[in-house]
């Protein structure tokens, strides 16, 4: 079965530094790859997903992607850090089928 | 376009109760998947409707069922409730078709005393 696994619970960084949570997956065809924010007391927000149309993947506030099939990563950056951005983010995969596997997620704090 | 929505926010419940969780999609989506997150576990899929049939299902015991209607909303019921089943219930709906991103809403917090 696939999975993703999320490098770290929590990292900490300071305003206008850059972001940078790592993902990998365990697959044996390439998947579809997806990072969600979860802001406190609310649902999952769609950042961005990979679908095989290009390795470097642009999202919304300003995030990126690059899937690395030769390091089976989808690390998640983002070049300057917002107070904004603190909040949980989940790496997410999917085959054909519509069961997204999670990974356990990492909290990020934003240092003033 | 409205995104999805689920009712109730917040529940409380005894153990050994039942309850019903309610998701419209979003208009256009014809498939809605449920997860459920709790601290320990972190999210984990429960089954996946479309066009009123279950076409996926995850690793829970039989007390969750689902169904779906013929406009996609959905509901999510858990029977016998344990105190182990106070969690973030999520809905999610997408398209059905290949794009596969799901959007979801805001969940239901269950909290089972």
Partial sequence: AQSVTQLGSHVSVSEGALVLLRCNYSSS??????WYVQYPNQGLQLLLKYT????LVKGINGFEAEFKKSETSFHLTKPSAHMSDAAEYFCAVILNDYKLSFGAGTTVTVRA | KAGVT???RYLIKTRGQQVTLSCSPIS?????????QTPGQGLQFLFEYFSETQRNKGNFPGRFSGRQFSNSRSEMNVSTLELGDS????CASTTGGTGYEQYFGPGTRLTVT
């Fill in chain 1, 29 to 34: 065809v390439p998947p579809y790859l997806f």
């Fill in chain 2, 28 to 36: 256009g989506h014809r498939s809605v998947s449920w997860y459920q």
């Fill in chain 2, 6 to 8: 689920q009712t109730p």
């Fill in chain 2, 87 to 90: 969690a973030l219930y999520l």
């Fill in chain 1, 52 to 55: 095989s149309a290009a390795t």
